[in-house]
T-cell receptor
């Protein structure tokens, strides 16, 4: 059974804090993704990675960075959190051409 | 034109009826297509995948693909209140080197008693 886990289900941070969201998958997938989801806006891709240490910008990368030092782990970093980054963050992984699996999500509130 | 388009709904159907969810896409060379279900506050979960033209059935769910018309649909037979959710259509085209899916914004389905 494919498993994608995220480090936290809920997070509350203050404006200006550095925030780390971590994602781990156990299926040896090459590709990993970070999305944010906001009401009425659907899923928006922030960054994705197709291999260790490789990354590509998605549709809304501003204010975010990522790290992939190991194949199974993909981290999303908010260098200086702002209130407009309050959102649901979803991690996902897939092998090329195959089904994409999502983690449970992290609901982040920035005060 | 959006790459993947879905009617946002809500689509309301009575319990026991057939719900029909539609999706169109713009990338002609798209190869694989997925339907995800997302309950409020939860993450998307895969319902169906389809790769070739025609119908694919799995229990109460049928996915239909027409590549010539760039159209994919999901039928839910004998709709249940537990089917009430947002359904996301996803397409694997050539963007991002073929590594990423493009998602529609989803159709909200409400199954009424």
């Amino acid at each position: 059974d494919v498993k994608v886990t995220q480090s936290s289900r809920y997070l509350v941070k203050r404006t200006g804090e550095k925030v780390f969201l971590e994602c781990v998958q156990d299926m040896d997938h090459e590709n990993m993704f970070w999305y944010r989801q906001d009401p009425g806006l659907g899923l928006r891709l922030i960054y994705f990675s197709y291999d260790v240490k490789m990354k590509e910008k998605g549709d809304i990368p501003e204010g975010y960075s990522v790290s992939r030092e190991k194949k199974e782990r993909f981290s999303l970093i908010l260098e200086s959190a702002s209130t407009n980054q309050t959102s649901m963050y979803l991690c996902a992984s897939r092998s090329y051409g195959e089904t994409q699996y999502f983690g449970p999500g992290t609901r982040l509130l920035v005060l | 034109q959006k790459e993947v388009e879905q009617n946002s709904g809500p689509l309301s159907v009575p319990e026991g009826a057939i719900a029909s969810l539609n999706c169109t896409y713009s990338d002609r060379v798209s190869q694989s297509f997925f339907w995800y279900r997302q309950y409020s506050g939860k993450s998307p979960e895969l319902i169906m995948s389809i790769y070739s033209n025609g119908d694919k059935e799995d229990g109460r769910f049928t996915a239909q693909l027409n590549k010539a018309s760039q159209y994919v649909s999901l039928l839910i037979r004998d709709s249940q209140p537990s089917d009430s959710a947002t359904y996301l259509c996803a397409v694997n085209g050539v963007t991002g080197g073929g590594n990423k899916l493009t998602f529609g914004t989803g159709t909200q389905l409400k199954v009424e008693l």
